[in-house]
């Protein structure tokens, strides 16, 4: 059998591991909220019988472009204009009937919504379905100008990018950007700036190695497959795949199509398998997930780590990623996506190897049109090669995000984000006493 080797743009190239053997510096910044013009509900979505969380549920404000989803504990915090208290919030999850509340009705905190999960009848579970997979991709992908946002819209989003070292949150970064969104049938690239930003670092976990994710929110912007197939799918790398369907399901009750996709035995090139959800009736990409092929341990490690200590062999364990796509008033958009990296450090002379994760995910919490089609000076906009800077104070500050939404904190990073603070204190407080001497 012949085997094939391709130059195609390496997936997501901006995302990389940066490990270095000094520890940085930190600094400190504050931001007081801009105004208290909203309510702030938090709560859970719940599956109505098993009362499991549903984790990346989405939550919106009807006729508002205001939205916000769970976390991986199926918890959420929604922050409504007081404007809109009076109109309902609709709640969708995949595979799960859609649900709708009163806004007016909800407590201000432990709200528990129980979704009921879709029980798909036999007739349509055998509904005729399109008999070329790879056909109705190309076809979902070709009618992106149709079927999404075909106009420069500005998004407000929320981006959080998490470190472990095994279980052990030890860095954890926030920031709301703004998402200058070009037409989905553009080819330019779509433009970020830096709105809000924290973090903190705890470098004492870290083995003295300091990792870094280049990158920052373009990890998960580039995500968005159907605004950027080159990272995955192009005419010609389609035909590396093989497609093939799984049983349907629904989500906002419509008929989702699910689609297997898995790169072919012949291909050599680490490339991508996972599921795609193509809504049945308008061809539409409404989910995606997947993860990249790495099991050539050498070509992983090139695709991902910048730089590493000398004495350490460093490769990926999983790549992993996810994107959601919403919709409004018959058009679609980027809503949601996430990039989970882990792997291995093996030092030498070193009896075990070293676990870290690295994860980041970006949720557009609201969007407007860009009637004026401005975008941001070239100095105030985002670079791909981007790393946040350390920002530790803005933890302490209850009012940093003010009215802006967020994805709510889990309880392993609000426990990491206290020992985090007392980890620098007790640093601060050293260094200050060393000082002194």
Not at 207 to 221: H, I, R, S, W
Not at 401 to 422: C, F, H, L, M, T
């Amino acid at each position: 059998m012949s085997t094939y080797n391709f130059n195609i743009k390496k997936p997501l190239s901006v995302y990389y591991v940066l490990i270095l053997l000094c520890c940085l510096g930190l600094g400190t910044q504050s931001m007081a909220a801009q105004n208290t013009n909203f309510t702030e509900y938090t709560g859970e979505v719940l599956d109505a019988d098993s009362k499991k969380a549903l984790v990346f549920a989405t939550l919106t404000v009807d006729n508002t472009n205001v939205t916000t989803i769970t976390n991986s504990e199926g918890q959420f915090s929604l922050k409504v204009p007081n404007e809109f208290k009076g109109n309902s919030l609709t709640i969708a999850f995949l595979g799960y009937k859609t649900k709708q509340l009163n806004i007016a009705d909800l407590q201000p905190e432990k709200n528990k919504i129980f979704m009921e999960e879709f029980v798909m009848a036999l007739s349509e579970a055998q509904i005729d379905a399109p008999n070329d997979a790879e056909a109705l991709v190309k076809e979902t992908l070709d009618k992106k100008g149709s079927n999404y946002l075909d106009e420069n819209t500005v998004m407000t989003a929320f981006y959080r990018e998490t470190i472990k070292k095994r279980r052990t949150n030890v860095s954890l970064s926030e920031a709301v950007v703004n998402v200058y969104k070009t037409p989905y049938s553009s080819n330019r690239t779509d433009a970020l700036e830096l709105y809000k930003a924290r973090k903190s670092t705890d470098y004492s976990k870290l083995d003295t190695v300091a990792l870094k994710l280049q990158g920052g929110p373009f990890n998960t912007l580039f995500v968005d497959m159907v605004k950027y197939p080159k990272y995955i799918f192009t005419p010609e790398t389609l035909n590396y795949y093989d497609f093939s369907f799984d049983t349907s399901t629904r989500v906002n009750d419509q008929l989702i199509y699910v689609i297997d996709f898995k790169q072919k035995p012949e291909i050599i090139d680490p490339l991508y398998e996972g599921k795609l959800y193509i809504d049945a009736e308008n061809k539409i990409l409404t989910s995606a997930i997947y993860s990249l092929n790495i099991t050539d341990k050498r070509l992983a490690s090139q695709m991902f780590v910048r730089k590493k200590p000398k004495n350490a062999e460093v490769w990926p364990t999983e790549v992993s990623y996810r994107v959601d796509y919403r919709e409004k008033n018959g058009k679609w958009y980027y809503g949601y996506s996430n990039v989970l990296l882990e792997f291995k450090v093996n030092w030498d002379k070193r009896l075990f190897n070293s676990v870290y994760s690295m994860s980041c995910e970006m949720a557009v919490t609201d969007w407007e049109q860009n009637l004026t089609n401005a975008i941001p000076r070239s100095k105030d906009r985002m670079k791909s090669s981007i790393i946040l800077s350390d920002e530790a104070l803005g933890f302490a500050d209850p009012d940093f995000w003010g009215e802006y939404n967020i994805i709510e904190p889990e309880k392993s990073i609000e426990s990491a984000i206290r020992k985090i603070q007392r980890q620098l204190r007790r640093g601060k407080i050293d260094n200050g006493a060393a000082a002194a001497r």
